[in-house]
């Protein structure tokens, strides 16, 4: 074996790494999830789970089930020195970077097997079992996966794991389960991979994974801002873990922020607390996890005051949604024409009041087309919107998946009007929130782009004997603090953060109730049209 005396190994590695990242587009990258370590985090997390082995530990058999160019070996070799190292494997799909891999490390130690992970792990000729892996796994998302390979990998992570993975599940899931099977008993594990999983349902099988069946020692979030790898949209954390399973007394440390050496908060979570946990980013509880969810986990939410329901999908809005005197120049029917309210970019107000039309008064009015005419009749009675509608026909619209699928095409998902909108997506870190709540008294709707609230039970009542408490009600919505939001949501690369409705109904509400105890009397049903 040659000596690792020196960078100049890793440095050429580095190089190499740019140019084929530079070769292949984003979108191929994407398909593979080829986004590599940066070294620095690749050595930390080599030191810290050498800093968890036993000192002297000597017979280190490595792998890294999707190896790239091998920055984790490197780290290794670094960390560890060759001497311990007694085997190494890195097993990777791209011919290109099996052979870059291949080139730089054979001659210290590391055998590239060029192939799929899953297969080889399947196969016959399966690698002896690895007592140490470092990996950060192909993050390609489950709709990128053909039918038959996801079904493949399910039933292979049943077989070889005994665990069931959720259809809506990425590879990565599958990987670090699929690894952890073909590990000895008793080796460590470290994953850099999304932080996604700990808070969303598809998740579920993996955090059970980690509470139940090894032993979790280190779960470290980066911060969202701090973007991993400058090109991939993900928040990232890493994991490391024993497998061996837990003792029931156990506390793995979770960390937030910072780096995995220096971290910014640290606190430790007994493994019970997080088996009961329905999200982990709330770990570490501190003031500075921006994921910090509501203080209230009991008591009333926005569910229990709002029906939420996203906006309608049009499926184009380019085509379907239009300028209202633009509409009218053209003389579409306006029976056919719904108010609708901008992109939240373009929507500058938080408060919006109606003209006489029950259209939004702001500056730029938009409608969109909502007909439900047969095709003949709107051809004899509305030629114009006719010929417009023909556009669609020609430039492939109405082929598309939601547009097909619709009868009449035109005709759009039915909503009313509802009192108040959350934009369902944005930024804002500390105290800025990353959703605005937007008080409706028009008759515009939303696009998919927001979420709509309708008051309902005990509260739609209130609020029609004292619609001056609608701005009250506003008020408070704006109040919801920054952390409890991101805390219900999810959080993306660079800091993006959404809001789906089932994660805005579980915001507290306990204020409300405080401020009118009346709200806790029964479910009675109203039905205005901003109301259910
Ligand atoms: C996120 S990159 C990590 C590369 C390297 N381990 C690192 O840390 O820089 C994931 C790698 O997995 C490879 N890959 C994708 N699907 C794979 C599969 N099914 N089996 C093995 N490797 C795969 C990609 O080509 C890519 O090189």
């Not at 130690?109 to 000729?125: C, M, P, R, Y």
């Amino acid at each position: 074996m040659a000596d690792f005396s020196n960078q100049s190994v890793e440095s050429k590695r580095q190089a190499m790494q740019s140019a084929l990242d530079a070769a292949n587009t984003k979108a191929q990258r994407n398909r593979l999830g080829q986004f590599a370590t940066p070294y620095p985090l690749a050595v930390q997390i080599a030191e810290f789970v050498k800093s968890l082995m036993p000192v002297g530990r000597k017979d280190i058999y490595f792998a890294d089930p999707s190896v790239g160019t091998g920055s984790f070996f490197s780290a290794a070799l670094n960390v560890f020195g060759m001497k311990r190292i007694t085997s190494a494997i890195g097993i990777e799909i791209d011919p290109a970077f099996a052979n870059t891999a291949s080139k730089l490390w054979e001659s210290f130690g590391l055998k590239v097997e060029q192939g799929d992970f899953t297969n080889v792990i399947a196969g016959d000729s399966c690698p002896p079992r690895p007592n140490l892996i470092l990996a950060n796994p192909p993050y390609v998302r489950h709709h990128h996966l053909p039918r038959e390979k996801k079904d493949y990998l399910r039933s292979l992570t049943r077989k070889l794991a005994g665990v069931d993975v959720n259809g809506l599940a990425g590879l990565y899931i599958h990987f670090i389960l699929l690894a952890t099977a073909w590990m000895e008993e008793g080796g460590y594990a470290a994953w850099l991979i999304p932080s996604e999983f700990m808070d969303v349902n598809y998740g579920e099988c993996l955090k059970k994974f980690l509470g139940e069946r090894v032993t979790l020692i280190r779960a470290h979030r980066f911060s969202p801002d701090d973007v991993q790898f400058d090109d991939a949209l993900v928040s990232s954390c890493v994991l490391v873990f024993r497998k061996s399973p837990p003792d029931p007394r156990h506390s793995p440390q979770f960390t937030y922020g910072g780096t995995l050496s220096h971290p910014h908060i640290r606190h430790l979570i007994p493994v019970e607390q997080l088996r009961q946990a329905r999200k982990w980013t709330a770990y570490p509880r501190h003031a500075n996890n921006d994921r910090l969810a509501s203080i209230h986990d009991s008591g009333p939410t926005i569910g229990d005051y709002f029906r939420i329901q996203r906006g309608i999908a049009t499926g184009d809005n380019r085509f379907f949604i239009l300028d209202r005197a633009d509409a009218m120049r053209r003389g579409f029917p306006s029976q056919y024409l719904r108010p609708i309210l901008p992109s939240p970019r373009f929507l500058k107000t938080t408060r919006i009041d109606a003209d006489t039309d029950g259209f939004p008064l702001i500056d730029r009015q938009l409608c969109v087309i909502d007909c439900d005419l047969p095709e003949h009749l709107v051809e004899e009675r509305h030629p114009l919107l006719w010929e417009y509608l023909q556009m669609a026909v020609t430039g492939g619209i109405k082929e598309g998946y939601l547009v097909s699928r619709r009868s009449p095409w035109y005709r759009q998902e039915q909503r009313d009007p509802s009192l108040f909108l959350c934009t369902y997506m944005g930024r804002g870190t500390n105290e800025r929130r990353p959703f605005r709540f937007i008080l409706n008294r028009s008759q515009a709707i939303g696009t998919n782009l927001y979420l709509m609230l309708y008051p309902r039970d005990a509260l739609a009542t209130m609020l029609r004997a004292h619609p001056e408490r609608l701005v009250d009600v506003h008020d408070f919505l704006m109040r919801i603090t920054g952390d409890e939001l991101r805390g219900q949501g999810r959080v993306y690369g660079g800091g993006l953060n959404k809001i789906e409705p089932g994660e805005l109904a579980r915001i507290s509400c306990r204020e409300l109730l405080e401020k009118w105890p009346v709200l806790a009397k029964g479910r009675l049903r109203g039905c205005y049209a901003l109301w259910e």
